[in-house]
C-alpha cells in the first residue's frame, strides 16, 4: 500500500541490471509472471491490501533489480 493508504501499488516493470564503469544502468532481463508474482489468492490479497505481486530477495547471490510502480 502506499504510504497514505490510499489506493494501491503495483509492479509495473522489473528489470534485473547492472552498472558499467562509468555507473551508468545496463538494462539485463525483464522478470514478469511467476517471478514477481507472489500470491496467487488474488481477491484474498486485495481484501488484505496487497496486488500479489512483490520482489523476491532469497536469492543466494547478489543482484540489482530497478523497479518502476504504479499507483492504482
Not at 512483490?54 to 492504482?72: I, M, Q, S, T, W
Amino acid at each position: 500500500m502506499p504510504s497514505d493508504a490510499k489506493g494501491y501499488v503495483g509492479l509495473a516493470k522489473v528489470t534485473e541490471g547492472d552498472f558499467d564503469e562509468q555507473g551508468r544502468w545496463r538494462e539485463g532481463r525483464w522478470l514478469n509472471g511467476d517471478e514477481i508474482q507472489l500470491r496467487y489468492d488474488l481477491l484474498y490479497a486485495v481484501d488484505e491490501g496487497f496486488s500479489g505481486q512483490g520482489l523476491n530477495f532469497g536469492r543466494p547471490e547478489p543482484a540489482f533489480l530497478k523497479v518502476e510502480l504504479f499507483r492504482y
